[in-house]
C-alpha cells in the first residue's frame, strides 16, 4: 500500500487538487473524441474504404496477427518475471501474464489509467510474495527495458527508411533519441567518475534534509541495493529483459503487418519500424486513456505518408488497434476480476475467524 501523500505543512491536499488530473484525463478524452468526429465527417470516403477492406479480412492472416499478438503479450510478462526470479521469487508465467494483462486492462480504460495501473500491480506483487522493494523495483527495470528496447527499433526504423524519411519525422526522433543519450550518459556518470556521485549525493542529502519523502526513497533506494548485490546474476543475465522486451515491441510490430496482408494491403517494409515506433513514442505520453485517438491518427497518418492510400491506411490502423487494444481489454478486465478474487479468497482464509473453535474455547474459559 502507498502512503497518502501530504500537502504543505502536513495538511491534506484539497479535493480539488486531488481530482485535477482525473478531470484533465476526461477533459481530454473529450476533445480526441470531438476531432474524431471532425475527421469522421471530413474522411467519410475514406472510411467507407477501409470499412470495405476490413469486412473482406483474410482470416489466415487476421489468425497470424492474433499469434503474433499473443507471443507479444507473453514476451512482455516474461521481462518481470525474469526479474522476479532474479530477486529470489517464482512466479510461473500464466500468473505473471494475467498480472501483466490485467494492468494493462486498467491503463487502456480509466484517465490517468497509468498511474493507477502501475500502483495496483505494484501492490499485488509485493503481496505475493516479493515485498514492496522489489516489486518497485521490477515495475522500474522492466518499464527501462521496454524504453531502451523502443528506442532501438526506432534507430533501426531510422536506418531501415534510408534516405526516404521525411524532414517533419526527423526533428522529433533526434529529440527523442538525445533523451536517451543523456540518460546513458547519467547513468556512464554515476558508474565512472567519483566526483560526479559525490555531487549527486549531495544533492540528494540536501534534499533529503528538507523533505521526508526524499529520506523513505533514499532508504527504499538502499535497501534495493543490497538486495541487488546479493542477488548479482552477473552481467549477461541482465540482458534477458531487454531482449523479452525487444520481442514485445517486435511482435507487435509483426502483427501490424500480418493485418495489413490480412486486408490484401502491400505492406511499406522500408517505414514500417519507423511508422510503428514513432507511434508507440506517441502513445507512451498517455494524453488519453489507451491513447485512444492519439495512436489512431499518428499511425494512419505516417502510413499514408510513407505512400500507403489514405483509406488502406486507416484499415490497416483500425484493425491492428482491434487486435492489439480492444481484444485484450476484455481479456484484461476477466484476469482483474479473478485475480481480485483470488486475493480476497486468500485473504479470508489467512484470518482466524471469531465464530470458529479457537473462539468457542475461548469464549467458554470466559464464562468459567
Known amino acids: 500500500m502507498t502512503e497518502p501523500t501530504s500537502g504543505i505543512g502536513g495538511a491534506d491536499p484539497s479535493p480539488a487538487f486531488r481530482s485535477w488530473p482525473g478531470r484533465l484525463g476526461w477533459l481530454l478524452s473529450a476533445l480526441v473524441l470531438a476531432a474524431a468526429a471532425v475527421v469522421a465527417l471530413s474522411r467519410r470516403r475514406e472510411l467507407a474504404e477501409a470499412y470495405h477492406l476490413i469486412t473482406r479480412v483474410r482470416l489466415p492472416g487476421l489468425a497470424a496477427a492474433v499469434a503474433l499478438e499473443a507471443a507479444s503479450v507473453v514476451c512482455f510478462a516474461a521481462g518481470p518475471r ?3 526470479r532474479a530477486g529470489g521469487v517464482w512466479w510461473s508465467l500464466r500468473r505473471m501474464t494475467c498480472a501483466t494483462v490485467a494492468a494493462n486492462a486498467l491503463a487502456g480504460t480509466l484517465p490517468g489509467g497509468a498511474a493507477f495501473s502501475a500502483a495496483w500491480l505494484s501492490q499485488y506483487v509485493s503481496r505475493r510474495g516479493a515485498g514492496q522493494v522489489l516489486a518497485l523495483a521490477v515495475l522500474v527495470a522492466a518499464g527501462t527495458a521496454s524504453a531502451l528496447s523502443l528506442f532501438l527499433l526506432l ?25 536517451a543519450l543523456a540518460v ?19 544533492v540528494w542529502t540536501y534534499g533529503g ?52 496482408w490480412a ?29 485512444l485517438g492519439i495512436a489512431e491518427a499518428t499511425l494512419s497518418a505516417l502510413l499514408a505518408v510513407y505512400g500507403m492510400a489514405p483509406g488502406q491506411a486507416i484499415a490497416a490502423t483500425f484493425l491492428y488497434r482491434i487486435v492489439s487494444y480492444w481484444a485484450l481489454q476484455p481479456i484484461g478486465w476477466a484476469c482483474w476480476t479473478g485475480l481480485t478474487l483470488e486475493q480476497a479468497r486468500s485473504s479470508r482464509k489467512s484470518r482466524v475467524p471469531g465464530g470458529g473453535r479457537r473462539g468457542r474455547r475461548s469464549r467458554r474459559r470466559s464464562r468459567g
Not at 546513458?184 to 549531495?202: E, K, M, S
Not at 523513505?216 to 535497501?223: A, H, K, T
Not at 505492406?267 to 489507451?290: E, F, I, M, N
Open 82 to 84: 525474469w526479474l522476479l
Open 263 to 291: 486486408l490484401g494491403i502491400g505492406v511499406p517494409w522500408r517505414g514500417l519500424l519507423l511508422c510503428y515506433a514513432l507511434t508507440q513514442v506517441a502513445g507512451s505520453l498517455r494524453l488519453t486513456p489507451g491513447s
Open 209 to 260: 534534509a528538507r523533505y521526508g519523502r526524499v529520506r523513505r526513497v533514499e532508504s527504499d533506494l538502499g535497501r534495493l541495493v543490497g538486495q541487488a548485490r546479493r542477488v548479482q546474476p552477473g552481467l549477461l543475465p541482465w540482458l534477458w529483459p531487454v531482449l523479452f522486451a525487444l520481442l514485445n515491441w517486435t511482435f507487435d510490430a509483426a502483427c501490424l503487418a500480418a493485418g495489413m
Open 155 to 179: 534507430f533501426l526504423g531510422l536506418v531501415t527508411a534510408g534516405p526516404a524519411v521525411p524532414a517533419a519525422f526527423v526533428r522529433p526522433v533526434l529529440a527523442v533519441l538525445l533523451v
Open 184 to 202: 546513458g550518459l547519467v547513468l556512464l556518470g554515476l558508474c565512472r567518475w567519483a566526483a560526479f556521485r559525490r555531487l549527486l549525493r549531495r
